[in-house]
């Protein structure tokens, strides 16, 4: 779509001011020279009026909530930061680097939730597709969607891109449905309930070790091939 309406910023987006007043109780160093620092760097990039200024989306705020919280928790440099971010652009969920087990999806806030429309507007996918990933089962039939929902959708654009659809992807669900299966049941063989906290954390480190196993695994098809 050309022109100058094309490039206007999306409603309910908000300016620096206002980011301030959402991070600041957490973050009280922050600062408009520092966002505008984070954007100088790449890490974060705010739409734009027609006037020049800056307007951010609810994912721009989680963005730099996950940035603040890596420089000042995790004392990581902004070039590994970088490198984290551009994981989860990517539709991954990286461990942070110095922590383990710990992936930056558990950085944002757990309570964060979006709308079909934002959660749209966050990837720039449309409501169609995102009705084709919910019908493939990749992402829940719900009003409101998980931050990682982003992540997620990002992905599966990239891969719709590349010609592999939603539907191609049901094997995915139907493989994932199995593992959480064979999770549940070795973590109950350890006394642990996938419910609580220890098996919750107990039941994502045998995810992260069958993660390791399937990546190595395709990879080797992918060679095979």
């Given at each position: 779509m050309a022109g100058a309406a094309a490039r206007q910023p999306a409603p309910g987006l908000l300016s620096i001011g206002q980011v301030l007043a959402r991070l600041q109780d957490d973050f009280a160093d922050l600062s408009p020279s520092k966002l505008r620092?984070?954007?100088?760097?790449?890490?974060?990039?705010?739409?734009?009026?027609?006037?020049?200024?800056?307007?951010?989306?609810?994912?721009?705020?989680?963005?730099?909530?996950?940035?603040?919280?890596?420089?000042?928790?995790?004392?990581?440099?902004?070039?590994?930061?970088?490198?984290?971010?551009?994981?989860?652009?990517?539709?991954?969920?990286?461990?942070?680097?110095?922590?383990?087990?710990?992936?930056?999806?558990?950085?944002?806030?757990?309570?964060?939730?979006?709308?079909s429309d934002e959660l749209c507007r966050s990837t720039g996918a449309s409501p169609r597709f995102l009705g084709e990933a919910i019908a493939a089962g990749l992402l829940p039939a719900a009003e409101v969607f998980p931050h990682d929902a982003v992540s997620q959708l990002t992905a599966l654009l990239r891969l719709a891109e590349r010609g592999i659809t939603p539907r191609h992807l049901r094997a995915v669900r139907v493989a994932a449905e199995r593992e959480a299966e064979l999770i549940s049941r070795a973590a109950s063989t350890r006394g642990m309930k996938t419910g609580t906290p220890a098996g919750e954390e107990e039941a994502l480190e045998f995810a992260g070790y069958l993660d390791t196993v399937r990546s190595g695994v395709l990879r080797r098809a992918i060679s095979d091939a």
């Open positions: 620092f984070l954007e100088e760097q790449g890490l974060v990039t705010p739409e734009r009026t027609k006037s020049g200024y800056r307007k951010f989306s609810q994912a721009h705020i989680e963005r730099l909530r996950l940035i603040l919280t890596l420089q000042r928790d995790h004392y990581l440099p902004l070039k590994v930061i970088a490198e984290v971010l551009d994981e989860m652009d990517q539709g991954r969920d990286p461990v942070i680097p110095g922590a383990a087990r710990r992936s930056a999806s558990s950085i944002l806030s757990p309570k964060r939730v979006l709308g």
